[in-house]
């Protein structure tokens, strides 16, 4: 007990920092935290409004609604909320983790798995920035170990386990898999009635997304994410779909490294190889093979690191496993005499964790804050920078690349005032805009030398 709450603690103070050190949401963020102050100031279907699943933006908004979100201005109170909700969740799941591992591989696993965890860079940078993972690592940790640690004749981990895995596709599409592949794992072996038990609490649970769309009027669909995974990835115009998906493939391992740390998937993969002889049966298959599901499926859209820390998350016990049986044979046995070893085998992450993120966007918040006043009653804001968008109490836009014809096509728009896009990114010509009755606007001194440098252009009419 006293090794998991220091765990706890450990974890707790790194996402603190790195939260501190966040300047602004990531790029999806932006829109997370937009359904959740719409949820906040009731319109609840907000949380249906976009290709996100709900239950984050559910649990920021409600966190925002009830509770102090300590942020130094109004404007900033979301983003606050946000972090404070993915943060709390992205520690906590230190503890499942670590019961996991200490039940199936060992107590000195179990250490190096929750070391890793709490230390490992994207673990802790993803729930800074407000993105869904902080609660998804929860659910992923807990429902892994209680389908882990539920037998035949088991009532309660079956079913918190099928909760948990409800609870994790109301969060992330990705979440179905720990139902999809968890009830089978059961059943194979021996275990059909907890099984049966945990595939109809994660369907009850997951049933509530559907639902709720439907009843805001978005129609019964599944989840959101299919058509836009199909539009954006191996289904875009001109996209051969296999050489789209053998190439992004190849990309996706060599993200893998990075999402769930450059010593965490070497040792992954020893661990797995030291769990000899293998057996489906074996909890190792189940977490290894979770992983293995998402490495294969994120191909249809793009290779992201971010994609695959959720169930990244679960290679570290196989990770602690290779420590406990490899670590005293590459160093001596006492505690002091291996610090020099502990100290390499974190570097990468203990030298990125206390950076500054985000403090190239500063600006894109600082601008919206500026034009939030002016576009009030109804004035709208054309760009392909979400966090512009959000920052200035619009809607973001998509998740995906914004062409320039959709800007374009948007400051055509009558309620639009301002237009602002980065040139190099976004090629739209500044006569268009000119054409259309818009101007250089007119901004303060400092701003206006910050957007500069960002090489951000701003137009008004």
């Not at 974890?11 to 920092?17: F, I, S, T």
């Not at 640690?149 to 109301?170: E, H, Q």
């Not at 040792?267 to 992983?291: E, I, K, Q, T």
Request: aromatic share 8%.
């Amino acid at each position: 007990m006293r090794t998991r709450l220091l765990l706890l603690i450990l974890a707790a103070a790194v996402r603190g920092l790195v939260a501190l050190r966040t300047e602004v949401p990531a790029r999806d963020g932006a829109t997370y935290l937009w359904m959740a102050e719409r949820c906040a100031a009731g319109e609840p279907c907000a949380l249906f409004a976009t290709v996100f699943h709900p239950l984050y933006a559910a649990l920021t908004g409600a966190w925002l609604r009830w509770l102090p979100a300590g942020a130094a201005t109004p404007e900033l109170a979301a983003m606050a909320a946000g972090q404070w909700v993915a943060c709390a969740c992205a520690a906590l799941a230190v503890l499942p983790l670590h019961a996991l591992t200490e039940r199936h591989f060992g107590a000195r696993a179990a250490l190096a798995a929750g070391v890793l965890y709490a230390l490992g860079a994207w673990f802790a940078r993803h729930p800074a920035e407000c993105m869904s993972e902080g609660p998804f690592f929860l659910w992923v940790a807990g429902c892994a170990f209680g389908l882990t640690a539920a037998g035949p004749g088991a009532v309660g981990m079956p079913l918190l386990a099928g909760v948990l895995a409800g609870l994790a596709f109301l969060t992330r599409p990705e979440g179905a898999a720990l139902a999809l592949l968890g009830a089978p794992w059961l059943w194979l072996r021996g275990a059909r009635a907890a099984a049966l038990l945990c595939a109809g609490a994660a369907a009850a649970v997951a049933c509530l997304l559907p639902l709720g769309a439907w009843l805001c009027g978005q129609g019964l669909v599944l989840t959101p994410k299919a058509g836009f995974v199909y539009a954006d990835g191996i289904g875009q115009p001109g996209v051969v779909p296999v050489l789209h998906y053998f190439t992004e493939l190849g990309q996706t391992l060599l993200a893998a490294a990075e999402a769930v740390g450059f010593v965490a998937l070497p040792l992954a993969v020893a661990g797995l190889w030291l769990r000899r002889p293998w057996s489906l049966r074996d909890p190792a298959a189940l977490l290894a093979g979770l992983f293995a599901l998402q490495v294969l499926v994120v191909p249809l859209l793009r290779s992201n690191l971010r994609f695959l820390a959720g169930y990244g998350m679960l290679l570290l016990p196989l990770a602690g496993l290779a420590w406990q049986r490899l670590a005293p044979l590459v160093a001596p046995p006492r505690f002091v005499a291996r610090l020099p070893l502990l100290f390499l085998a974190f570097l990468p992450d203990l030298m990125r964790l206390p950076q500054a993120r985000g403090a190239e966007r500063v600006v894109e918040r600082e601008l919206g804050l500026h034009l939030r006043p002016q576009l009030r009653d109804g004035a709208r804001l054309a760009t392909e920078m979400p966090r512009l968008h959000y920052f200035a109490g619009q809607r973001p836009g998509p998740p995906r690349e914004i062409r320039p014809e959709e800007v374009l096509a948007d400051a055509r728009g009558l309620a639009t005032r301002f237009v602002a896009w980065v040139p190099l990114r976004t090629p739209l010509a500044s006569d268009a805009l000119v054409a259309l009755g818009y101007r250089p606007a007119v901004l303060p001194e400092p701003l206006a030398r910050s957007i500069a440098a960002r090489g951000i252009l701003v137009y008004e009419r």
